[in-house]
């Protein structure tokens, strides 16, 4: 399953996901984040989305929060990688 969410206030194209577990408040905090930032984002549940588990697992990761965006992954909620991760691929100016 997919959600959209926040505002389109991003400068590209490029797809802002989220992937997040129900209880996770790391998940919370980099969510609220985006939102703050005007980012749009999708949120895929690794425990709800077989693909979105898949995804994860072919990467060997075994935790959330996790964003992609680009060529970018970033494990857990570090506001400095998040951040750099939509500078970088032009989401953030």
């Not at 959600?3 to 206030?9: G, V």
């Not at 997040?20 to 980099?30: D, K, N, R």
């Amino acid at each position: 399953m997919t959600e959209q969410a926040a505002a389109d206030t991003t400068t590209t194209d490029q797809i802002v996901t989220v992937y997040s577990t129900a209880f996770c408040s790391p998940c919370e905090h980099l969510k609220r984040h985006l939102a703050d930032a005007g980012v749009a984002f999708v949120v895929m549940d690794p425990m709800m989305d077989e693909d979105a588990a898949e995804f994860l697992e072919n990467r060997n990761i075994r935790s959330t929060p996790v964003l992609t965006v680009g060529d970018h992954i970033v494990i857990g909620f570090d506001r400095a990688k998040v951040d750099e991760a939509l500078r970088s691929s032009g989401v953030l100016a």
